[in-house]
């Protein structure tokens, strides 16, 4: 069964910086599209960013040159590095698995990060 637990969500005054980390258990994660999701209270749940299996990433326009996605297989781990964070980045950040295993999608639990003004 794959787990995902995501951590180093918290409160960050607008400007700071934020490092969230996804480790998976299991052992597909090296060969799996990894993604980081976010949902605001209110709002759809959207997609930030994605890493393929190869490195490959791709980002959303609104955190385009703020946000960066990368990925340690060794540790089976996905990290966002979060930069000149804004009040608008408040959400619940998720991260996906995509599992070419079983064609499925798994999700972590969500760690919130709230950015103040």
């Known amino acids: 069964q794959v787990q995902l637990v995501e951590s180093g969500g918290g409160l960050v005054q607008a400007g700071g910086s934020v490092r969230l980390s996804c480790a998976a258990s299991?052992?597909?994660?090296?060969?799996?599209?990894m993604g980081w999701y976010r949902q605001a209270p209110g709002n759809q749940r959207e997609l930030v960013a994605t890493i393929t299996s190869g490195g490959s990433t791709k980002y959303a326009d609104s955190v385009k040159g703020r946000f960066t996605i990368s990925r340690d297989n060794a540790k089976k781990t996905v990290y966002l590095q979060m930069n000149s964070l804004k009040p608008e980045d408040t959400a619940v950040y998720y991260c996906?698995?995509?599992?070419?295993?079983?064609?499925?999608?798994?999700w972590g639990q969500g760690t919130q990060v709230t950015v103040s003004s």
């Open positions: 996906k698995l995509e599992s070419r295993t079983d064609l499925r999608n798994y």
């Open positions: 299991t052992i597909i994660f090296s060969v799996s599209a």
